[in-house]
């Protein structure tokens, strides 16, 4: 029998600073999951503390910033597996008997990390991700960055996280599907999202996974997406991959339905992902060296 694998996407707001608001809008989005038929539940990025930073002098050095008391007081709020947050959410997760991707600031070393746990349907954390692609360039530089791409076993099915600017490196889809994920998961929070949709379909395409995305709704924002590795039909048509596209202000959880075995027949015999690479000739991708016109003062 053909097994779906369904994932529901959470394109929903969430309060910036009340975690408990969160965690309960949370629990009324995988209920409703559940009643939909979903496997796992995907959540933007950091639902449960909010996306926010705390207001500091910009002019401020890195090691100045880290001593403020604003900076104190919201590491000080970043959460971890062991969170009375997070620990609700396993516990929804086994009672549904459905499997989340749940996100928030979590304690680092020295600053929080931007991460996301997979809980499986009994209620497990079998996976933690912190974001590798923090954006240094902007707020984000008051995070810690993530050191590794994960990839673990949901059900059977094989799952890798990016979270939002990780998407846009290839890199990180690459390095994923070269690990295993047949599904990569994405929350996300931002706008401008067009080139960013069309980014996430590539990486569908140029690996041969399946990638499900979640973006909370708001002017030039939203969009959260699936999208299908399958490009061609079985006569080397092109087909449209595009599973589900939400529009960019709803407040909604959209259903995608990744159909395993077509999937799966599809990445063995088709061309793409890690089959005829010339790995000899990418040596230049470990060379952290930055030129013009990428360079950044």
Same mark, same amino acid.
């Given at each position: 029998?053909?097994?779906?694998?369904?994932?529901?996407?959470?394109?929903?707001?969430?309060?910036?600073?009340?975690?408990?608001?969160?965690?309960?809008?949370?629990?009324?989005?995988?209920?409703?999951?559940?009643?939909?038929?979903?496997?796992?539940?995907?959540?933007?990025?950091?639902?449960?503390?909010?996306?926010?930073?705390?207001?500091?002098?910009?002019?401020?050095?890195?090691?100045?910033?880290?001593?403020?008391?604003?900076?104190?007081?919201?590491?000080?709020?970043?959460?971890?597996? *062991?969170?009375?947050?997070?620990?609700?959410?396993?516990?929804?997760?086994?009672?549904?008997?459905?499997?989340?991707?749940?996100?928030?600031?979590?304690?680092?070393?020295?600053k929080p990390q931007n991460s996301a746990f997979i809980i499986n349907k009994n209620g497990q954390i079998i996976m933690k991700y912190s974001k590798v692609h923090t954006c240094d360039f902007a707020d984000e530089r008051l995070l810690e960055s993530g050191d590794e791409f994960k990839v673990? /076993?949901? *059900?059977?099915?094989?799952?890798?996280?990016?979270?939002?600017?990780? $998407?846009?490196?290839?890199?990180?889809? $690459?390095?994923?599907?070269?690990?295993?994920?047949?599904?990569?998961?994405?929350?996300? /929070?931002?706008?401008?999202?067009?080139? $960013?949709?069309?980014?996430?379909?590539?990486?569908?395409?140029?690996?041969?996974?399946?990638?499900?995305?979640?973006?909370?709704?708001?002017?030039?924002?939203?969009?959260?997406?699936?999208?299908?590795?399958?490009?061609?039909?079985?006569f080397g048509e092109p087909v449209d991959n595009t599973i589900v596209l939400a529009d960019a202000e709803s407040e909604n959880i959209l259903v995608a339905d990744f159909d395993l075995e077509k999937l799966r027949d599809y990445r063995k015999h088709e061309m793409m992902g890690n089959t005829?690479?010339?790995?000899?000739?990418?040596?230049?991708?470990?060379?952290?060296?930055?030129?013009?016109?990428?360079? $950044?003062?």
């Amino acid at each position: 029998m053909t097994k779906i694998f369904r994932v529901a996407i959470v394109q929903e707001t969430r309060d910036p600073y009340n975690m408990d608001l969160n965690t309960n809008k949370g629990l009324s989005a995988m209920k409703r999951a559940k009643e939909l038929g979903a496997d796992i539940v995907l959540f933007p990025e950091c639902w449960i503390t909010g996306y926010e930073f705390p207001k500091i002098q910009k002019d401020l050095g890195i090691d100045e910033i880290l001593n403020t008391k604003e900076f104190i007081e919201w590491n000080n709020q970043a959460i971890d597996e *062991d969170s009375e947050h997070i620990q609700i959410f396993c516990k929804a997760a086994k009672l549904l008997n459905i499997g989340v991707v749940i996100t928030g600031y979590t304690k680092g070393i020295n600053k929080p990390q931007n991460s996301a746990f997979i809980i499986n349907k009994n209620g497990q954390i079998i996976m933690k991700y912190s974001k590798v692609h923090t954006c240094d360039f902007a707020d984000e530089r008051l995070l810690e960055s993530g050191d590794e791409f994960k990839v673990c /076993d949901f *059900d059977g099915v094989k799952l890798g996280i990016m979270i939002c600017y990780d $998407r846009e490196y290839p890199e990180s889809a $690459r390095i994923l599907m070269l690990k295993g994920a047949e599904i990569i998961l994405v929350p996300n /929070d931002c706008g401008s999202m067009r080139p $960013r949709v069309q980014a996430l379909s590539t990486r569908a395409y140029e690996n041969m996974v399946g990638v499900a995305m979640a973006n909370p709704p708001r002017r030039n924002a939203g969009c959260s997406c699936a999208f299908s590795p399958i490009t061609w039909d079985k006569f080397g048509e092109p087909v449209d991959n595009t599973i589900v596209l939400a529009d960019a202000e709803s407040e909604n959880i959209l259903v995608a339905d990744f159909d395993l075995e077509k999937l799966r027949d599809y990445r063995k015999h088709e061309m793409m992902g890690n089959t005829f690479r010339k790995v000899r000739a990418y040596s230049e991708l470990l060379n952290e060296t930055i030129k013009e016109p990428f360079k $950044r003062y």
